[in-house]
């Protein structure tokens, strides 16, 4: 069972544009929600967080909006720069619980 | 400052033949993960650990054993390969349970079995 859903595998964006990555969950005690950031042949990255007492948390071009009555969050990021291109993953964990579920993915291309 | 280290960064493995991936951390976490990443699976829990001397199952556990007896190594067994473990597979240390301490992964292992 699929705990974390990114229903989008792969997005092109043009560069300067907003890229929006959608993930959607269905366990409702997550209350903490990650992004990372993969290129390939290296790690993922931390990109951005955001606790579930917020709807909202930005960090220079990145923004995740968090929608928890619809299980839905966001990452919004503007204006889009090539080397944004990467895989997304997006991750929940329940607080006190110390392991993180992920997501599978959305690859994000930014068209120069 | 090297973070997550994972060795070998390549392998090849027959079926049945054993192997052990190792991982270092050198930012005193007390928390250490084993993920694998298989395509369209996205990253799945293998064992993790919540301090030196403990591991506890993850999502996907069997075939695999674990030991932390150092707090800045955690190694990563397999007893007997099969084709199924061909995978990348992701080692990642943490802080903790404290709100903002986000997972920091070494860049991979990419494991065939043939």
């Known amino acids: 069972d699929q705990q974390v859903k990114q229903n989008s595998p792969s997005l092109s964006v043009q560069e300067g544009r907003i890229s929006i990555l959608n993930c959607d969950y269905t366990n409702s005690m997550f209350d903490y929600f990650l992004w990372y950031k993969k290129y390939p042949a290296e790690g993922p990255t931390f990109l951005i967080s955001?606790?579930?007492?917020?709807d909202k948390n930005e960090d220079g071009r990145f923004t995740v909006f968090l929608n928890k009555s619809a299980k839905h969050l966001s990452l919004h990021i503007v204006p889009s720069q090539p080397g944004d291109s990467a895989v997304y993953f997006c991750?929940?964990?329940?607080?006190?619980?110390?392991?993180?579920?992920f997501g599978t993915g959305t690859r994000l291309t930014i068209i120069p | 400052n090297a973070g997550v280290t994972q060795t070998p960064k390549f392998r090849v493995l027959k079926t049945g033949q054993s192997m052990t991936l190792l991982c270092a951390q050198d930012?005193?976490?007390?928390?250490m993960y084993w993920y694998r990443q298989d395509p369209g699976m996205g990253l799945r829990l293998i064992h993790y650990?919540?301090?030196?001397?403990?591991?506890a199952k993850g999502e996907v556990p069997d075939g695999y054993n674990v030991s932390r007896l150092k707090k800045q190594n955690f190694l990563l067994g397999l007893e007997s390969a099969a084709p199924s473990q061909t995978s990348v597979y992701f080692c990642?240390?943490?802080?903790?349970?404290?709100?903002?301490?986000?997972?920091?992964f070494g860049n991979g292992t990419r494991l065939t079995v043939t």
């Open positions: 650990s919540v301090g030196e001397g403990t591991t």
């Open positions: 991750a929940a964990r329940n607080f006190g619980n110390e392991k993180l579920t």
């Open positions: 955001i606790s579930s007492i917020k």
């Open positions: 930012m005193n976490h007390e928390y």
């Open positions: 990642a240390s943490s802080q903790g349970r404290t709100i903002g301490s986000p997972l920091h």
